[in-house]
């Protein structure tokens, strides 16, 4: 399955928030087929209930690892 | 609208003013419609569920650039998406728990905190026969219980008041029976709201159990109450179960015996045959037919036959089970039969044998005792004789114990106290032997009807007996006491008064399976052992209505015990008899078919002073008489053969002379000394009896003696 990874570090919510759905939003068909899974690296604390839970409410499921300096959302089809 | 005046100087004033006018508006205008903006995106983030827009976050071109309304917009389709998605799966979801609800084959019945029904599936409605009704809202305790009596308590209500889920095994409504299972239905605050009850109808299997039950009581009845022996064992012979008759039969508790092996109880003396034959069951080789021998807690053998067979598992022998039946006793008698047919069997050939020897031995005795008479007292040839007198004695003495057992040796009895008897044979058996015999009796001990000659014999064979047992060392200790033989006793010894004679000794023991045939004839351990002593003894025991029995251990010694039948009559007082005449005068008659017989008895009598003819058989001797009557020379006295083989005997003859002469003195002679005419020649029509073979002085007295009496009336 291949993984995009995007750096939104330095950003906070919402923007960092809005630019996942973004993302989302453009990979929905691949999440749903499985073929992709987005990956969002963040140094915003808040995100890591923001995005998770959104993508939960949009059907996809998530995991949220603690990396060196940062978050790691995982977004994937569920 | 501007004035003309104002065209040239004021017009362009007015001109910067109207468009600063306008750019102020427009800048109002674009202020309002980014707050708009900001505040609906706001509303739609905060739907989202985060943070609103912060202005340095984004300024207006990037918040435009960004374009969140769009992506929102996208994210609320997906959600609305993931939503359809989802309620079809409930839909779906919910249409399945509703067939499964209404297919289930269990009757489903929910209610809610007041005991009001909720819902409930086809199958309850079938259960409790409410067809269509509508019982939605109805109390459960009117629908299913048919009750309106809240004073019934009812164990559901548990559930509903603790939450905690509740079986009930057996609840009864309408006569059937049901396993009901109930679980609490709870709302998002996890408070108790209902709870749902699955009927389980177990009438069937109720009444199946039921049945099951009631049989199992009938076979456990039948396994307990049973006089069979009944067990069951595992694959190594470890008992695993044993019924009431087998514990009561072999004396184990049912604990007891479920810590043995059944090859712990087979008896020592059970054959190998039988030992293999078990031993080859626990291996899962067949089953069938048993005859086996145990050991009871007590020692006491246990002869059992049956049935067994294998109970298998996957192929491979797990146990036995088997079912036998005590047949000690019927044995024990089967064996006694067996043991009386032998005798009987010998004791004819015996008997036979004796007669015929007897005849001999009364022409070697007789010509003995003629020899005696002729030669002088002090010559050697008178002692050589002596000896050979005690041989054929000896010899006499043997054909009296093959005559004991001998069919029709019935003993001569008369009544007699065995006391005496007792002491003198057990003194006469022990002398010389090195072995103390010490010898107890009642004082007061009851009369017998016996054959004091048996008796003593039987006596001195057991005491004999008892000093070989002993090796020269050790002592013989002799009882003869008063019994009553009751219920309690041996159930092979009859009931009542019994005269009983012990014979103990602490020798050597005899081997158990010795003990099965020291009876039989000719059986014997001893060198150089006749093996009649015991088989005579137990003949004479019989032939008096006795029992013997042995008790023995190897090491400790023997005890042999003889019952005889006690009397009810008191002794009489002593008679004080008279020496015999030897020597006698007359003609005298002898008959018999043996030509040797005839001739020893013609040369006795006449060196007793008689005169003698002689005949072979008893119509001759009829002839005879009544011809010498006929010539005025009648015979003084006939003696006659009891029995001739192919011919008249002395037995039918003796009638016949006595209906042609009453007067005449006839004796009776015969080998068969244990006759009952021997026993009881007066009642036969005999004046005298003489048992062959006899001395010069036996004949002449006992032809004294009959000569001297008064033939009693036929």
């Known amino acids: ?78 | 609208m501007t004035e003309p005046a104002d065209r040239t100087g004021g017009g362009a004033a007015a001109t910067e003013a109207a468009t600063a006018a306008e750019v102020r508006r427009l800048r109002d205008r674009h202020e309002r419609a980014m707050g708009y903006i900001r505040e609906k995106i706001n509303e739609l983030l905060k739907v989202i569920g985060t943070a609103p827009l912060r202005p340095e976050e984004l300024d207006d071109e990037t918040l435009i650039g960004l374009d969140p309304i769009g992506i929102v917009a996208g994210s609320f389709r997906q959600v609305l998406a993931h939503l359809n998605r989802t309620n079809e799966q409930l839909r779906f979801a919910r249409e399945e728990l509703q067939a499964i609800f209404d297919c289930a084959g269990l009757g489903i019945l929910v209610i809610d905190r007041d005991q009001r029904i909720v819902a409930c599936n086809a199958k309850f409605r079938e259960q409790f026969g409410m067809g269509n009704a509508d019982v939605v809202g109805h109390c459960c305790r009117e629908v299913v219980c048919q009750t309106d009596r809240p004073d019934r308590p009812c164990p559901f209500m548990h559930t509903l008041s603790t939450g905690e889920a509740y079986r009930c095994p057996d609840w009864i409504v309408g006569g059937r029976h049901y396993d009901i299972v109930e679980t609490a239905v709870r709302n998002q605050e996890g408070e108790v709201t209902g709870s749902v009850l699955v009927y389980s109808d177990i009438s069937e299997r109720f009444a199946s159990e039921e049945a099951l039950r009631r049989s199992e009581e009938r076979y456990r009845d039948l396994f307990e109450n049973t006089n069979d022996l009944i067990f069951s064992t595992r694959a190594d012979g470890s008992i695993e179960y044993v019924n009431a008759s087998w514990c009561a039969t072999l004396g184990y508790s049912q604990e007891e015996a479920e810590r043995l092996s059944l090859l712990d109880l087979v008896h020592p003396a059970c054959d190998a045959e039988c030992r293999e034959r078990l031993q080859a069951l626990l291996r899962g080789e067949g089953g069938g037919r048993v005859h086996a021998m145990l050991i009871a807690k007590n020692g006491r053998k246990v002869i059992l036959e049956g049935d067994v067979s294998l109970e298998r598992a996957s192929g491979k022998s797990r146990g036995v089970r088997g079912i036998f039946r005590d047949i000690t006793d019927s044995q024990t008698l089967e064996e006694e039969l067996r043991r009386r047919e032998k005798l009987e069997s010998v004791g004819l050939l015996a008997g036979g044998i004796a007669h015929d020897f007897n005849n001999i031995l009364t022409a070697v005795l007789g010509n003995i005792s003629l020899a005696q008479a002729a030669a002088a007292p002090e010559d050697a040839v008178h002692a050589r004789l002596a000896e050979a007198e005690k041989a054929t004695l000896a010899a006499r003495r043997l054909t009296q114990q093959l005559l004991t057992f001998s069919k029709g040796g019935s003993p001569v009895k008369r009544l007699a106290s065995v006391a005496q008897l007792v002491e003198e044979q057990t003194v006469f058996a022990c002398r010389g032997s090195g072995i103390f015999c010490q010898v107890k009796t009642d004082p007061a001990l009851w009369t017998v009807e016996v054959d004091e000659g048996q008796i003593g014999q039987a006596v001195n064979n057991l005491v004999l007996n008892a000093v070989q047992a002993m090796d020269g060392n050790g002592t013989v200790l002799v009882s003869a006491d008063n019994v009553t033989l009751g219920p309690q006793d041996d159930p092979l010894l009859p009931r009542g008064r019994f005269v009983r004679i012990t014979v103990r000794d602490n020798g050597c023991g005899i081997e158990r399976e010795n003990l099965q045939r020291m009876f039989d004839p000719y059986f014997t351990t001893k060198p150089g052992g006749s093996g009649l002593g015991l088989a005579v003894t137990y003949s004479i025991v019989k032939q008096h209505g006795g029992q013997i029995r042995v008790d023995s251990k190897i090491g400790s010694g023997s005890t042999f015990t003889v019952y005889l039948p006690a009397s009810d009559e008191a002794l009489p007082p002593p008679e004080n008899s008279a020496p015999a005449p030897q020597a006698g005068k007359g003609r005298i008659l002898v008959m018999d078919d043996e030509l040797i017989v005839r001739e020893i008895a013609a040369a006795m009598l006449q060196e007793l002073g008689y005169e003698v003819e002689s005949v072979t058989n008893g119509e001759a001797a009829i002839a005879r008489y009544e011809l010498a009557r006929a010539q005025g020379q009648p015979f003084s006295a006939v003696i006659m053969d009891l029995t001739v083989p192919g011919g008249m005997g002395g037995k039918e003859a003796v009638g016949e002379l006595r209906s042609r002469d009453p007067a005449c003195r006839v004796l009776v002679s015969s080998g068969y000394s244990n006759d009952p005419v021997m026993a009881d020649f007066a009642g036969y029509g005999f004046c005298g009896v003489i048992s062959k073979p006899y001395r010069l002085a036996e004949l002449g007295a006992a032809l004294k003696a009959a000569m001297g009496t008064t033939p009693a009336p036929q």
Not at chain 1, 16 to 30: D, G, V
Not at chain 1, 31 to 50: E, K, P
């Open chain 1, 1 to 78: 399955m291949n993984t995009i990874e995007f750096d939104i570090r330095g950003q906070i919510c919402p923007s960092s928030l809005l630019t996942a759905l973004r993302e989302i939003n453009i990979h929905q068909e691949a999440l749903r087929d499985r073929v992709v899974r987005l990956r969002f690296l963040t140094d915003n604390r808040d995100c890591v209930a923001t995005i998770p839970e959104s993508a939960r409410t949009m059907g996809y499921a998530s995991e949220v690892r603690r990396e060196q300096d940062c978050y790691a959302i995982e977004v994937f089809g569920d």
